[in-house]
């Protein structure tokens, strides 16, 4: 069923974001992450992991124990702090009324790219030094692996009684997350969603690994310039680490609380490729670009911002691009920009940072850059990409932001200011 | 290790295990659950830390003898006494 057109849709079914949290390797909050995407500050920087060794990696510097007890902190994982951060952050900015509000009608829906390898990595680490005897395998690891560990430590840390889960979905799974989120609002499984994206990416040494053998791990000898997507010269990704989570409400239950909204989600897809593991098909990415507009009841020319997912790969780059000069090519109005020139790839959690990197264009009409484009990829032209410098655009009705990933799962999420 | 020596341990590793407590005023004859939130997972804690770092070997039917500091210390001296104090 595709639930729309959305513009029949009542009030019970439209989905509003009354809230943001996050925490980025340029930003602890919302306006913090916005003002380095505006002044071009990048949060890359040299970065060590066992066995790896010398890298670079985006790296979050929120302060744990503002909402985490060092008890709960050494007990979970990174991926949770990071949610818990994330979450409490997106409340306190909704302005919901926390202690009142019933518990049990609040979901968490939170994206992972991957979730287990950080902990599985340094138990087998610590047992080596133990010979490999599993006696001294800690009792930590199931609560810490289980794949809905970084939805359970915010429900635990803010006392939700409500379903929570992750929603895994490679790099994808920033926007599935929102996506989930939504969804579970419309079928009423709950009257307010955390819904985003968490990365502790960076702590396992496997990414990096498994990147540099694919040839797709960035290197430069100045960290800020590493994440270079579109860029002739670039050579791969910059693993980053972070969180966002958005409150979202029923637009209903949001005018009657007189909450700000910082948007509506009009619009939204996930499809598949089909054909490769690691290769992107822009004739799917396309697809699922399309299927979203279809479903916002909107033509290519009226969306005002594309996010893109581009992370600095040689092929990846140019499959996007390929794919959004199939849909957005004679769109003169459209502006193309991508955060991850900044802080690198935030994997899980990249999706939604993304997106909330853009919202803030709907209060101060300024289209952030993509920075670190030296010399353009012929490839990667496009009409509208705005390179190194913010753009005074107005302010913008719509963005649309694309988050993709491995085994070929697409998303798309389009955002109207209202 | 002399059973002050092991009151000491035990110290360091309750610092670890319950980062966020007081350890100052802990009172050896009350059970730590008394005094400390400590759950089964962090009673856990102490018997790896234990096997860890001392190779101490506390079986399941023992961890009773874990409640109180008094009670923990009594319970190790045998089993730590030949231990050097690191």
Redesign the interface.
Known sequence: MIAMPRQNLPDSQRIVITGVGLTAPNGNNWTDFRDSLLNARSGVSKYEIRYVGETLAGICDFDVKRYQ???DA??GTRAGSVGVYSANEAVMHSGLDWENIDKSRVGIYIGVTEHGNVETENEIYELKG?DYDT??W???HNPRTVANNPAGEIALNMGITGPHYTIGAACAAGNAGLIQGAQMLRLDDCDVALAGGVSESIHTFGIFASFKSQGALATHEDPTRASRPFDVQRNGIVVAEGGCIYVLERLEDAKRRGATIYGELVGYAINTDATDFVLPNPERQAECVRLALRRAGLAAEQIDIVSTHATGTGLGDIQECTALRNVFGQCEQTYVNNAKSFIGHAMGAAGALELAGNLASFDDGVCHPTINVDELDPECSLPGLVMNQPREIGKPKYVLNNSFGMLGINSVVIIERI | MSPADIRDEILNILEDIAPDEDLGDLKDEVAFREQLELDSMDFLDIVMELRKRHRVQVPEEDYGQLASMQSTVTYLTPLMKDLQKA
């Open positions: 007890s060092k008890k050494r007990r133990f006696q001294f800690s009792h930590h």
